[in-house]
């Protein structure tokens, strides 16, 4: 969940005035000029699953200027034991579907990624580089720990794979090692400049202790019921972005992130759910037993609905 109601309120409170310093811009163009002056441009997401989030980050990808910007993508929908499946996909190779399920299926965090919209990134990501030369196309990095479900069988076990923002970060610092250029989203919580909701180090926090100014942070913005929207928008339903530095908004919002993204008004944005009845029986049956494993109950049932198999 992030502390992302507290960084809600303190945005929206601020937004008219900050609005008034600089206008927003058009949110592709955003992140394409952040790589500009940051080797690693971070989404944070208030929440997971939001359809407008997912059209934005195919539009993205299939932006020439994104394409110049920046190959590598890392995800926290992938664990790093599938980067080799991972790499066979976003390539273009025959791969049966229900192989490729286990790209999301197989985290740290049971059930949590069946939002339709990152398997359709994935695939936007796979026709686009169908499109481009072998030195252009994106390479999507598994960021989440490594995990064999065949041999979690107890809480403990599950415990034992720590905190996955130390995965992240070894990602991220990977690809600066290598002297490239990371899109990273993930989760609000992971990147916070802060550090984490309990103020500890998170994934943001590991890679700026290793390389100092590495990253921009991007907090996907949504106004609490009650408060204004990012206002002065020519189109209100246009994804922008409006960067935070030398703004009113000062110090509160700058400790969380950078710049604020707006893909659409709050009360529209919608959950990408999978269809009724469409998560077969068997891997409902995995589900429980992980379920079981991570928190003692059948929560994942309760994340998927009626999208379950009976």
């Given amino acids: ?69 920046v190959h590598d993508i890392v995800i926290e929908f992938a664990s790093r034991n599938n980067q080799a499946l991972l790499d066979r996909y976003v390539r273009g190779d025959d791969i049966p579907a229900a192989k490729v399920r286990h790209l999301w299926r197989d985290t740290t965090k049971v059930a949590s990624w069946e939002f339709p919209i990152y398997a359709e990134w994935l695939a936007a990501i796979r026709e686009v580089n169908r499109t ?28 034992a794979l720590g905190d996955n923002n130390v995965s992240f970060a070894e990602v991220v610092n990977q690809i600066l090692k290598e002297k490239r250029r990371a899109f990273v989203v993930l989760g609000g919580n992971h990147v916070t ?67 604020w993204l707006y893909v659409g008004p709050s009360g529209e944005l919608k959950e990408s759910r999978p269809a009724p009845g469409s998560l077969e029986s068997e891997y409902m049956k995995e589900v429980d ?13 309760k994340f998927l609905g009626d999208a379950a198999a009976k």
Avoid at 229 to 245: S, T
Avoid at 289 to 301: A, D, F, K, P, T
């Fill in 1 to 69: 969940m992030l502390a992302r109601f507290a960084i809600a309120f303190v945005l929206a409170a601020a937004g008219t005035a900050a609005a008034e310093d600089h206008p927003a811009v058009g949110a592709v163009q955003g992140i394409v000029q952040a790589f500009d002056k940051h080797p690693v441009v971070i989404i944070a997401e208030a929440r997971h699953g939001v359809v407008q989030m997912g059209s934005f980050y195919v539009s993205l990808v299939r932006d020439p200027a994104f394409q110049g910007a």
């Fill in 289 to 301: 037993r992980r379920s079981m494993i991570e928190w003692g109950e059948l929560r994942g049932r």
């Fill in 132 to 159: 481009l030369p072998a030195a252009r196309r994106f390479r999507v990095w598994a960021g989440d720990t490594a995990v064999d479900w065949t041999r979690m069988h107890t809480q403990a076990d599950w415990a």
């Fill in 193 to 259: 400049k802060s550090g984490d909701r309990t103020g500890g180090p998170n994934t943001t926090t590991r890679i700026e202790a290793r390389y100092p100014g590495s990253t921009y942070v991007v907090l996907h913005h949504i106004a609490p019921p009650g408060t204004d929207e990012v206002p002065h928008l020519a189109n209100p339903h246009a994804p922008a972005l409006f960067d935070l530095a030398g703004t009113s908004v000062g110090a509160p919002a700058l400790s969380y992130g950078d710049a």
